[in-house]
């Protein structure tokens, strides 16, 4: 049982130690207040470590220094954004080129074919459509969802996050859908769009979907928000028997579950979706999104997409599917995310899950590491297996010290919990700093 006062004296002790290490972040986050609501860009910024966040100043491969001069190694990567390692310089050539050229016409280039074929390649789905970010591809898809089947609800998993999707933000309470905690402005009751059922539990899917009300199950093979969630041995191949024995599309969002491979899970683990939807680390940072489908649902859709009135569909955007973009695509997975960058970034990712083990087991802790691909973090409890299980196992003084004491010390972490993402350009003397300064934080905790 850790001690709670002592723990709250050494966050203490971290804060004063940050705000003294980085006074000109400390004076734009000042200056910023006014200017900028919570004084960042983003809501979500805030949630980072230190009585104020961070201002970087430039980020390259594994490495970030902030407008302190502080150096970083960068285990966060823009929370997937930036998986091939920041400031790629064939991403940075295809922008500056395609700048040159124009970067948004509302007129397709030879970029979008290959893009198109490319995906089809790795995911094994013929047929795709380009999008600005994960969520705008997923409100996409699950308005087809509901066109195709005429059925109103999409069901998710219970704590699942699909971007700002708002019939992903829900939560079960019990047997009531409810809004997911946090959630701002819900603009109808949640339990109205959303059908919600429990990870790594086929027959509560079984029996929601029976019902016959869902047009799709929109899921992530692995949960990763809320920390890592694996799936159960044969829970994927119940999911898809059930959703196609009650006429379900499925619906994988690989936007973070491409840390597996190549194709994301639905490659490596030989999964059959009717949909997929991958996001931002195929534009190597530079904001994009894309969604493929089997032959069949693109059958089914060629009609609608050619209609006069597509463009008030509800479906596109006039910047969707730029020239920018499309490059940015091209030059990212034509030089990374690749069978041999996952071959050096995985065992980057082992290596770190083994680091953390060894720390926690030295100590006795009930603690646990978790891995998926190139992509590993540690739990304060025994592996969760459901995203209940997970959001009850979160605690935010203990996390927010790790994180703070990482930072300090030159390990920059995803601010959201205790995951790390691992690049080609990460190296094991990367690995090991983090679990050096891991087990100094739990010496100090426990001393």
Known sequence: MLNRAHLAELRATEEERFVAGHPRSAELSARARGPLLAGVPMPWMT????????????AAGARLVDVDGREYVDLCLGDTGAMTGHALPQVADAIASRARHGLTTMLPSADAVWVGEELARRFGLPTWQLAMSATDANRFVLRFARHLTGRPRI?????????????????????????RPGALGPQVDVAE??????????????????RGDVACLLMEPALTNIGIVLPEPGY??????????????????????????????TAAWG???????????????????AYGMSAEVAERLTGPMLGH???????????????????????TLSTCLREEDFAVAVPLAERFAA?????????????????????????????????AAAAAAVDEDLEGFLHL????????????????????AHTPADVDRHTEVFAEAVAALLG
Not at 272 to 288: A, H, R
Not at 359 to 372: C, F, M, S, T, Y
Request: net charge negative; with cysteine; aromatic share 8%.
């Open 47 to 58: 949630r980072w470590p230190g009585r104020f966040p961070l201002f970087f100043e430039s």
């Open 155 to 179: 069901a998710v998993m219970d704590w699942c996050y699909h971007g700002t999707v708002d019939e992903a933000l829900a939560v079960l309470d019990g047997d009531r859908v409810l809004p």
């Open 193 to 210: 769009t959303t059908a919600v059922v429990p990870f790594n539990d086929a027959e509560a899917l079984d029996r929601r979907l029976a």
């Open 236 to 265: 994927l191949e119940a999911v898809r028997e059930i959703t196609r024995r009650h006429g379900v599309l499925l619906v994988i969002d690989e936007t973070h579950t491409l840390c597996t491979g190549p194709g994301g899970a």
């Open 271 to 289: 999964l059959e979706p009717d949909l997929v939807v991958v996001g931002k680390p195929i534009g190597g940072g530079v904001p994009c999104a």
């Open 309 to 331: 009135e597509i463009d008030v569909a509800g479906v596109g955007g006039t910047l969707t599917g730029n020239a920018l973009a499309l490059a940015a695509i091209r030059a």
């Open 355 to 387: 680091g953390v083990a060894g720390v926690i087991a030295e100590h006795g802790l009930r603690w646990h590491v978790q891995r998926l691909g190139c992509r590993a973090e540690y739990w304060f409890c025994p592996p969760p297996r459901d995203g």
């Open 405 to 424: 004491w990482c930072l300090n010390r030159g390990v920059l972490l995803t601010p959201f919990h205790n995951m790390a993402l691992f690049s080609p």
